[in-house]
């Protein structure tokens, strides 16, 4: 049940925009994590747990900048397959991993809310700095997460944290990955 999260910020241009290695699943809301899909060695004794024990699942997710152009991008939450692990197989932990990834979501579709808002009046921004802080966001979310959860060993706070994710991510239903973000010309 102990967890630990990880994220990544990736910066790729079209080419390499392809689930085809397998090695990446772009978040979508049909499929959920299974633990064939977390294909790192285990290496629990580097994630000590401030509460004591060692991590028995890593969740590696980012957000991945997917470059359509020159001044257009596309966000992308994003689970690393080859740089999550477990040691087991217990669903409550499988649940409360796939959380992280949806938090990972949540936090992506705010971010490109933000910056939706910002072009449309035509602010100037950096993608670099944006994600910067939305990373800030998720890495508090995440920590609150774990901690209010004790990384999915409480079932009462799993399930309000199941239930608060998804209420965000339905409200936020209109800034899906399929956005296409450009600066403002």
């Known amino acids: 049940m102990r967890s630990i999260i990880i994220f990544l910020f990736l910066f790729y241009d079209l080419s390499s925009y392809s689930q085809e290695n397998d090695t990446i699943i772009f978040w979508s809301e049909s499929e959920l994590l299974k633990w064939a899909d977390f294909n790192a060695e285990e290496d ?34 994003t689970f690393y397959k080859n740089a999550s692990w477990t040691t087991t197989n217990r669903n409550t932990v499988l649940v409360h991993e796939q959380g992280h990834f949806d938090l990972m979501e949540l936090v992506a579709r705010n971010l490109r809310k933000k910056l939706l808002k910002k072009k ?29 959860t004790k ?19 339905d409200s936020l239903k209109d800034y899906t990955g399929d956005i296409v973000i450009c600066y403002c010309e």
Not at 53 to 60: F, Q, W
Not at 125 to 148: C, H, P, R, V
Not at 151 to 169: F, T, V
């Open 120 to 148: 449309e009046q035509c602010q100037e921004f950096s993608f670099y700095d944006e994600i910067g802080i939305a990373y800030d966001m998720y890495d508090s979310l995440s920590t609150f997460y774990d901690k209010s």
């Open 151 to 169: 990384h999915g060993i409480y079932d009462m706070p799993q399930n309000i944290w199941n239930e608060k994710i998804q209420s965000g991510l």
């Open 44 to 77: 629990s004794l580097s994630f000590p747990l401030s509460h004591g024990g060692y991590a028995n699942a890593i969740t590696v997710v980012g957000i991945e900048v997917v470059e359509m152009n020159l001044d257009c991008y596309r966000l992308q939450g």
